[in-house]
């Protein structure tokens, strides 16, 4: 389902109509259910960055199910290893949004058994569990680990604090990692997605992209099917979007083939990631040149403030007294994701130079 909102400013009223058909179309009655409404507030940035859910999705969402006599609550787990949910809601207009509705994800958490080769169990809220219906708002954006950022990937946020960096190193590669996307999504899928389009982020996402205005919401009862077509609209084949690839392994193809109720061309000019660049024959050539692929720090945007060494999954990052990347690096790009002033890249920013001439 899909719906053009319009040009900003975006608010609450002006998205209700799309949430209250959404629900009336895609979800059963919800009275005196309890719903966990789980919106992507990666970082500590304003409500209209184009890095986290708009507030006035949230707030649309809100509202629509407090008509319907529902019990929602809001609630996420920041990216960074201390990351405090509250101090992020608030920063983000979340908290506001959520009108009295939002909760500390992480303050009651179970370690449940994981179906997945790469950890034995994960650490994730109660409440998830507790919820008698999951609504997912994504936000579309790039990742420089991942490529696309949606309904998935978005799923990450039910890990809790410090466990985040512990699976970025169980499973330390774009394959391995999209494949932990899948084990994590599938402890317990989301009933209904609906994806933040009212702007794009490409290029380098999810944090330190380019920020496109659109104007789109597009919702689904599917996620994977939802992220297929986010593939779609950047250009890209399904395919080549290593959890979707990953979902293909499986065997699940459910977005193999999806029906649009509404219209939409893809984007123009879509920028992926720096780390999608090259073909797999050209990455060979770097990972023979460079070892492997690791962030670039500008230094003239550094803030020194040492978020990078804190939240390495690797430890990789020592402070002398800028950042310095060491050999223990993963190539998750958690620092350039988490860095506030974009200073940690990838290596198609400063390195540039070095890739032009391996081409």
């Not at 407090?66 to 787990?77: C, E, I, L, S, Y």
């Not at 506001?96 to 509705?101: K, L, N, R, S, Y």
């Not at 979902?247 to 999806?258: L, P």
Request: contains cysteine; negative net charge.
């Amino acid at each position: 389902m899909i719906r053009a909102v319009g040009p900003a400013p975006w608010t609450a009223e002006r998205l209700e109509p799309f949430v209250e058909m959404v629900l009336s179309e895609l979800a059963p009655p919800l009275k005196r259910q309890l719903v966990l409404v789980k919106p992507n507030l990666v970082v500590a940035a304003a409500g209209d960055s184009g890095v986290v859910t708009h507030p006035a999705l949230i707030a649309a969402v809100v509202r629509a199910l407090r008509r319907r006599g529902a019990r929602p609550v809001v609630g996420d787990n920041p990216g960074g290893i201390e990351g405090n949910s509250l101090y992020v809601a608030r920063v983000t207009g979340a908290l506001e949004a959520a009108d009295g509705a939002f909760t500390a994800f992480a303050d009651r958490v179970v370690q449940v058994q994981a179906c997945s080769a790469y950890t034995p169990t994960l650490t994730l809220p109660r409440l998830l569990f507790e919820s008698d219906y999951v609504i997912n708002l994504p936000i579309f954006k790039t990742h420089l680990l991942t490529t696309l950022t949606a309904a998935v990937k978005n799923c990450f946020g039910y890990v809790a604090g410090a466990h985040k960096a512990q699976l970025h190193l169980m499973a330390p590669s774009r394959r391995r990692f999209s494949e932990l996307l899948l084990d994590i999504y599938a402890q317990r899928p989301p009933d209904l997605h609906i994806l933040d389009a009212l702007t794009v982020m490409d290029g380098d996402g999810p944090t330190h992209g380019r920020v496109r205005p659109w104007g789109h919401l597009l919702a689904s009862t599917d996620g994977l099917a939802l992220d297929a077509t986010a593939a779609r609209l950047a250009g890209l084949e399904p395919a080549s979007v290593p959890t979707l690839k990953a979902a293909i392994a499986r065997g699940v193809e459910s977005f193999a083939s999806i029906d649009l109720d509404g219209e939409l061309d893809p984007l123009p000019d879509f920028q992926l990631p720096s780390t999608f660049a090259a073909s797999p024959q050209e990455q060979r050539r770097l990972l023979a040149e460079l070892g492997h692929l690791r962030p670039v720090l500008q230094e003239e945007l550094c803030l020194r403030c040492g978020e990078c060494a804190r939240n390495c999954p690797a430890q990789a990052i020592s402070l002398e007294p800028y950042p310095l990347v060491g050999d223990t690096c993963i190539s998750c790009f958690c620092c350039a994701e988490l860095c506030p002033a974009g200073a940690m890249q990838a290596p198609m920013g400063k390195a540039r130079e070095t890739f032009d001439r391996m081409f």
